[in-house]
């Protein structure tokens, strides 16, 4: 079964988890009122990110017993990055103004852009280890629908060897009882030989008491 719904949710999780670390990022800019707005957003952006992730889990429970565990893996990871991204919103928002969510960051040892760039490397190897995931999963379908069309093949050798087996013993059957047709034959032709041997026997003894009878008319005559 090919996980190609599930690596749609991955990538619809990625952009919207790039999406989110993009507010938390202009979260400490906003003023007061811009600031409540925009954390009502991002609550709402987090619940269908949680949401998401959930149907992700559902999916990859629907698999092959050999995929579930790589999928699950991978559902755990987006679970983790989304907890620090729930962080990392919760710090933003109580922080007071850009310092707080500064302070926040730099006590990570991250900073300014290099926030959303370490976030948004994190997604882009995500996306791979997807893609990746995905080439190995249509290489696992290539190699069982390798072997289907080998175990069919087997099939038509067994199917065309057992119809050989089939005209062989017929074959031999054919053979057997012409052998016996030919035996019966000899021996007809050999009876028949007999008789007429035996014909030709009484046809001369025939023959030479006719030659004698005639021999002693002539010799009683003279």
């Given amino acids: 079964m090919s996980s190609s719904l599930f690596d749609r949710y991955a990538v619809e999780y990625a952009t919207k988890a790039t ?11 906003l003023q007061a009122d811009q600031k409540r707005h925009a954390v009502r957003e991002l ?3 987090v619940q269908e990110a949680e949401q998401l992730l959930q149907r992700m889990d559902m ?6 017993p050999d995929q579930v565990r790589q999928l699950l893996q991978r559902v755990k990871e987006f679970k983790a990055d989304l907890g620090k991204l729930k962080e990392d919103a919760r710090r933003a928002s109580a922080g007071g103004g850009a310092g707080g969510g ?3 960051r730099a006590e990570l040892g991250i900073a300014g852009s290099d926030f959303f760039q370490t976030s948004a490397g994190q997604r882009d190897r995500l996306l791979t280890g997807t893609d990746r995931l995905n080439k ?7 190699g069982r629908q390798q072997l289907l069309e080998t175990e069919e093949l087997g099939v038509q050798i067994l199917s065309d060897l057992q119809r050989q087996r089939e005209t062989i013993l017929h074959s031999r059957d054919t053979l057997h009882t012409v052998d016996t047709n030919i035996s019966r034959s000899r021996q007809i032709l050999q009876t028949m030989s007999r008789r007429i041997m035996q014909n030709k026997a009484i046809m001369w003894g025939i ?3 006719l030659l004698g009878s005639i021999g002693l008319v002539l010799w009683a005559k003279f």
Avoid: C, F, M, V
Wanted: zero cysteines.
């Fill in 102 to 104: 500064a302070d926040a």
């Fill in 43 to 45: 609550e709402a952006a």
């Fill in 19 to 29: 999406e989110l670390a993009s507010k938390i990022e202009s979260l400490g800019l």
């Fill in 136 to 142: 190995t999963s249509d290489r696992i379908q290539q």
């Fill in 59 to 64: 999916e990859a429970r629907s698999y092959s």
């Fill in 207 to 209: 023959i030479l008491l």
